[in-house]
């Protein structure tokens, strides 16, 4: 952690010149007051100068950032980390030439990459984050292809009349296809199993 | 290898200091093995061995490119 001791003539003074050795704003740093100074007599004699010690407030975001990128270098060197923050929905969008390499099959890499970093952001702060690692609109890309599959897969079982299941996924692909399938008024979906190891099944509706 | 599995592993427990990782190197894999603090054990396994299980999935993608196999051993 980053900290420096500063003095000055008053208060304002030594945390004036802390600052601008860390070159941080007031906002980012923690202030701890070592000595309240004190102004002597005519300003001369028995002045004591005040002393405080300022350190640069960690952010569990950029931290989190950091951790990333310290995971996405083994991979390639010119990985590049965007981050964008809603309240506490934190997406880090990751960029570069080897991305194939970073999601994996079916992103199971980026998903253990995700989880850890999920676990590391929420360990070093108070509030709970829930976070997105995506890969050049990855997960745009796979609600698109999961979608399909849920019409696929829903009209194969009206065709069939046979409940059909689908292979396991995490809990947010699965919602995918259970909000696309909703309207739906041929089929029913529910899942079943357990984590990680729970699939979506979609059922038809037969008419009596 | 093993610095990138002691910076993935170490922001994750409270005792980042007893990370410790061996690399062992056998006929036709090469196997790490995870030592952590005692209070830690849990931190690295998870619920269901949830993150041992993420932790091993990113190590092995990343190993993909060498020629042997690799294990990650935890404890």
New interface residues.
């Given amino acids: 952690m980053k900290q420096v001791t500063a003095s000055g003539q008053t208060l304002d003074d030594a945390i004036q010149s802390a600052l601008e050795q860390l070159n941080m704003s007031k906002d980012r740093v923690d202030i701890e007051v070592i000595d309240e100074g004190k102004k002597g007599m005519f300003g001369i004699f028995g002045a004591k100068r005040a002393i405080v010690k300022v350190s640069i407030k960690e952010d569990p975001i950029e931290?989190a950032g950091n951790?990333l990128k310290?995971?996405t270098r083994?991979?390639a060197d010119d990985i590049q980390i965007e981050i964008k923050q809603e309240q506490n929905n934190v997406t880090f969008d990751l960029s570069g030439e080897k991305i194939a390499?970073?999601i994996?099959k079916r992103g199971?890499?980026l998903?253990?990459?995700q989880?850890?970093v999920q676990?590391?952001l929420n360990?070093?702060s108070t509030d709970f984050y829930r976070i997105v690692v995506d890969a050049e609109g990855y997960r745009a890309r796979r609600e698109e292809t999961l979608k399909q599959l849920a019409n696929r897969l829903a009209d194969k079982a009206i065709k069939i009349k046979r409940n059909v299941t689908l292979e396991p996924m995490p809990s947010y692909e699965r919602k995918v296809i259970h909000s696309m399938l909703q309207d739906n008024p041929k089929v029913e979906t529910h899942s079943d199993g357990s984590?990680?190891n729970r699939f979506v099944v979609i059922k038809p509706i037969l008419k009596k | 290898m093993e610095a990138?599995i002691t910076?993935?592993i170490q922001?994750?427990v409270d005792h980042p200091e007893d990370v410790i990782v061996t690399e062992n190197e056998e006929s036709n894999k090469i196997v790490y093995h995870l030592t952590v603090h005692p209070d830690d054990v849990g931190k690295v396994i998870?619920k269901?061995g949830?993150?041992a299980?993420?932790?091993r999935?990113?190590v092995y993608?990343?190993g993909?490119d060498e020629k042997k196999r690799i294990y990650l051993d935890i404890m």
């Fill in positions: 931290q951790y310290e995971i083994s991979f390499m970073v994996g199971q890499t998903n253990a990459i989880h850890l676990v590391m360990r070093h984590d990680p | 990138l910076t993935i922001p994750l998870g269901n949830r993150i299980k993420s932790i999935t990113v993608a990343i993909s």
